[in-house]
């Protein structure tokens, strides 16, 4: 069977049997992965990132029905929604919440679905939803969409695996998540304040902004990065196209409130990825990480395949005895593993 | 300056200056640990994980003052605090947290607090704190609390480095939490239900309870792991010493409600550990994974400085405009790095 080219031609059978064998990181499906690197690049990544009981899930899920309705004049774009979540290792959360979103986006064939849980592979999960996501962009999906379920460092990282990141919050879900805010706004080109008809979304958004001002600095990065000659000059005085401040949108999802809103702000963004070549050094970062990535694991692969039988416990119980240290036992193993 | 010898002799000063060069990967810090671990393996390493917004910090500062207060008749532990942000790339968080830290359990020599921030390297931040803990234990403190803010995956994976890993809940912080719970209830020793004199702490618990049911199938497991052979007889045969049901725990931890039950119930989980096996077991498994990351970035290091100069860059180009796959590439670095 020529899954490559199924694929290719728009079968969701081939499509869900390549993400299964891309999840299993088997062979099967590296080898299509390489055939159909040169069909990707097409389509737009969005990462959706936010912290739990902001309506992640319910954001996404309008927003694709948006994509599929609001298309004006043309073919609606195709849109795939890849829903990983890193800290379920039993997909029990995953589950539930596919159930929820098959009812709202059933029977919509230009609309694919893809829940990924961590199986306790903390790196393995962003390599392998770089996968799914290269799956979907070569299969002809437009728009994709990498939500994460969580707030912490891996979640964040998956998510600017995309070129416009929303960060969704949510009036009144506590202290604590002000520290979290901090480090997860620099990723941020879109803040998202969602349940937006709760009490406290003014205080809510006068906090994102404040944050805002701190974590861009938007003349100072702008002067950085794009003139450097004029570094003194005021910013009143530059074009205002030419940096990106993220702006926020309040939606209340469920009601499909905002949503539209979002999406023009979802164009804009990608109307200034293209314009200022930021498409082209985002896609280059996230390449060079896969890249690095088959790189680590083909080197250990090698190394073990040339390494002697026996020697890796042998020196793992020196470390467990305290003999020497993993550092130690690493530089050991490679002198042998080289020796041999 | 002799900064293990130092260390080793009670220095803060030293230890202070050893941290900061685990933290920055520095050679010197490589070399220093390979010194120390010898002297590790003592320490009683606990984990502390949960949501934001459970009281954790809070939490962590109530167990170490009553370590230090509580212990009858002997010198009191030693306690040191790593308090691991992997969501705060510049630290802000951190910062605000250590300040009341230091209000609280400034003065005592015997309580050693540090803050570690992820500065974007997500695999890298394990591997620090577990430089950051091997320099701790090393360095004679008995007590070492590792404690993450955030509930992802990557903040799971560094609280699971100690032999004692505390879920900390709170009751009313929302619906999407149970999601959460799921993944983490599967690394909790000891389930503690912090804020427990809020509204609905009897409702957290029956949560708790039923999902502790789902993640922790306990007859099964210990039949499996420890009586293989008597698998068809009832668990009530079983003597309930040889399996380690996770205790869920109540505290008020601002007001020290709670606190001492807790440390009676980290004690018994020691016990437990020590009769078991269990102990080294995880101490083998900690080890590993440090062995392992020190082998992939020998590996790295060693190709790096092997492969022709330039030739990286150029096979990048050729991924980043999809004539070949990341994979292919890495294929095309590692052949030629060998040939040259």
Do not use: C
């Not at 929604?81 to 997909?91: H, L, N, Y």
């Not at 890796?312 to 593993?337: C, D, F, K, N």
Request: no cysteine; proline share 6%.
């Amino acid at each position: 069977m020529d899954l490559v080219g199924d694929v290719l031609s728009g079968s969701r059978l081939a499509l869900a049997r390549l993400l299964t064998q891309i999840e299993n990181e088997s062979q099967a499906g590296l080898e299509a992965l390489d055939k159909l690197f040169k069909h990707t690049g097409k389509a737009h990544l969005i990462g959706v990132t936010g912290a739990p009981g902001t309506g992640k899930s319910s954001l996404v899920n309008q927003l694709a029905r948006h994509y599929r309705k609001d298309a004006p004049g043309q073919s609606p774009p195709r849109v795939a929604i890849v829903a990983v979540d890193p800290s379920s290792p039993f997909t029990g959360g995953a589950i539930l919440g596919d159930r929820i979103r098959m009812r709202e986006l059933s029977g919509d064939p230009g609309v694919f679905i893809r829940s990924m849980a961590s199986r306790g592979a903390l790196g393995g999960l962003a390599h392998t939803t770089a996968g799914v996501v290269q799956a979907f962009d070569a299969a002809g999906f437009d728009v994709i969409f990498i939500e994460t379920v969580g707030a912490g460092q891996a979640e964040v990282d998956i998510a600017r695996l995309a070129h416009t990141t929303l960060v969704v919050e949510a009036p009144g879900l506590g202290d604590d998540i002000q520290a979290i805010k901090a480090g997860i706004l620099e990723i941020a080109d879109i803040l998202v304040i969602n349940k937006a008809d709760r009490p406290g979304v003014e205080s809510t958004e006068q906090a994102l902004k404040g944050m805002l001002q701190l974590a861009h600095p938007a003349p100072r990065i702008f002067h950085h990065h794009y003139q450097p000659m004029e570094i003194n000059k005021p910013p009143v005085d530059k074009p205002e196209q030419e940096m990106w401040l993220p702006p926020i949108q309040r939606t209340v999802a469920v009601e499909g409130i905002g949503v539209s809103e979002l999406i023009q702000a979802i164009s804009n963004h990608q109307v200034y990825l293209d314009r200022t070549g930021e498409r082209e050094h985002r896609d280059q970062i996230r390449l060079e990480t896969e890249l690095v990535h088959h790189l680590r694991s083909e080197l250990m692969a090698r190394w073990q395949t040339a390494s002697a039988p026996g020697q890796y416990q042998q020196v793992l119980q020196q470390v467990v005895s305290r003999r020497i240290s993993p550092h130690q036992a690493a530089e050991t193993l490679l002198s042998g593993g080289e020796a041999a």
